[in-house]
C-alpha cells in the first residue's frame, strides 16, 4: 500500500518563538511536514519561487509588508490555502476579519508557551485546520454568490388546528472551514421575521464577536455573541462564544441558551455535536438543524440525534463547501433529510420554519 504524501506547510512568521513552536506542533502529527519558514513575505516570495506548499500559515504584522497585503497578492497571482495566525491584540480581529473576505480559510490563535492543556489543545486545533486547509478549494471555488438575497419570500402562514405546536421553531447551525463567507451569505438572507438561530463557529476566543459584530452591522436581523441565559428570539441570531461550548435548553414553551466551560467535544470546543444534542433533546421536532461547509466529523452525531427526535435536517451539498467534510460525515451518519446548495438553504429554512409552526 503507497504511503500518501504528507500535507506541505510554509510557516510565515516575524517571531523565531513562534516559528519554532508552529513548526513542533505541525510537525507532530505524521501525515504533516514543515516544508519551510520564512520571516516576512518577501522571504516567503523567495521560497515560492523555488517551491510550491500545499498550505501556508501567515502572521498579520510583519516587516517590511503586512500579512493581509501578501495574502490579497497571493490568491490573486498564486491561490495557496492560508491561515491566517494573529496574536489576538486588541485592533488584531478587525484585521482579521479583512483577512476572511480577502481569501483566509482560516484563522488560529498564535501558540503561547503554557499549559500542558493549552499546547495539547493547541496542537489538536492547529493540526486539523492544516488538514481542513489542504482540502480546500481556493482559485477555482465559488463559495458565496457576490451578494446575498436581500429578502427571502414568506410563504403563506400554515392553517391552525386545534394540534398547533406550542413551542417556536428554533434554527441551529454548525461550521467550521469556510464558514464566515457562507454564514454572511445565509444571515444576510434571513428576513427580520427570522425563527431564532443558534450558530456554532468553530473560531478562536475573542474573534466571535468581531464576526457577529460585522455581520450586525449587515444584516437585516440581529446578530450578536451570544451570553449565558439569553432567550432564543425571533429575528435574532446568537454565536457561540470562541472557547465556550453553547447549548439550547427549554424555558417553559420558550427557549435560551447556556453558554460554559467545559471540555473539547469531538475535538472542539463550543463544539457543533454540544449544540445539536442540546437542540434534539430540548426542541426535538421544533428544531431545524443546518451542517455547513467544515473539515472533521463534529456535529454529525448530534445532527442524527436531532433527526431521530423528528427534527428536519439540513446538509450544504459538496459544490458550494469549501471543505466537504462535516456535510459528508452527518450525510454518512444517516443524519441529513435534504442536501441542497447553499443558495437555497435560506429559503428551505424560512419555509419550513413557517410550515412548522
Do not use: W
Not at 111 to 125: D, H, N, V, Y
Amino acid at each position: 500500500m503507497t504511503r500518501q504524501a504528507p500535507t506541505r506547510v510554509l510557516i510565515v512568521d516575524d517571531s523565531a518563538v513562534v516559528r519554532q513552536t508552529m513548526a513542533q506542533l505541525i510537525e507532530a502529527a505524521p501525515d504533516l511536514e514543515v516544508m519551510a519558514t520564512a520571516n516576512d513575505p518577501f522571504q516567503a516570495a523567495e521560497r515560492l519561487r523555488v517551491e510550491t506548499p500545499d498550505v501556508i500559515t501567515l502572521d498579520v504584522e510583519m516587516p517590511r509588508m503586512d500579512g493581509i497585503t501578501f495574502l490579497r497578492r497571493l490568491m490573486a497571482q498564486h491561490p495557496i490555502p492560508v491561515i491566517v495566525c494573529s496574536s489576538l491584540v486588541g485592533s488584531g480581529t478587525r484585521t482579521l476579519m479583512q483577512a476572511l473576505e480577502a481569501g483566509a480559510v482560516d484563522i488560529l490563535q498564535k501558540p503561547a508557551i503554557g499549559t500542558r492543556r493549552f499546547l495539547e489543545e493547541s496542537a489538536i486545533r492547529i493540526q486539523d485546520a492544516v488538514r481542513a486547509a489542504a482540502r480546500a478549494r481556493v482559485g477555482v471555488r465559488r463559495p458565496v454568490p457576490a451578494t446575498s438575497p436581500k429578502t427571502v419570500r414568506a410563504p403563506a402562514p400554515a392553517p391552525r388546528s386545534a394540534m398547533a405546536k406550542t413551542t417556536q421553531t428554533v434554527v441551529v447551525v454548525g461550521a467550521s472551514t469556510g464558514g464566515t463567507e457562507a454564514l454572511r451569505y445565509l444571515l444576510e438572507a434571513m428576513p427580520p421575521f427570522a425563527p431564532p438561530l443558534l450558530i456554532v463557529q468553530h473560531m478562536p476566543e475573542t474573534f466571535t464577536r468581531a464576526f457577529a459584530d460585522r455581520l450586525n452591522s449587515t444584516a437585516q436581523i440581529t446578530v450578536r455573541e451570544a451570553r449565558d441565559g439569553d432567550s432564543a428570539l425571533r429575528g435574532e441570531a446568537l454565536i457561540a462564544p470562541g472557547n465556550r461550548h453553547m447549548t439550547l435548553v427549554r424555558s417553559g414553551a420558550n427557549y435560551r441558551v447556556r453558554v460554559e466551560d467545559g471540555p473539547l467535544v469531538s475535538r472542539h470546543r463550543p463544539s457543533v455535536d454540544m449544540l445539536f444534542g442540546s437542540a434534539a433533546r430540548s426542541a426535538g421536532s421544533n428544531a431545524i438543524g443546518v451542517i455547513m461547509t467544515g473539515m472533521g466529523s463534529d456535529g454529525a452525531a448530534g445532527m442524527k440525534e436531532m433527526r431521530d427526535a423528528g427534527a428536519y435536517t439540513i446538509g450544504q451539498d459538496e459544490a458550494s463547501c469549501v471543505v466537504y467534510g462535516m456535510p459528508r460525515e452527518a450525510m454518512k451518519a444517516g443524519a441529513v433529510v435534504s442536501e441542497i446548495p447553499l443558495e437555497e438553504i435560506p429559503q428551505t429554512i424560512v419555509t419550513h420554519g413557517q410550515e412548522a409552526v
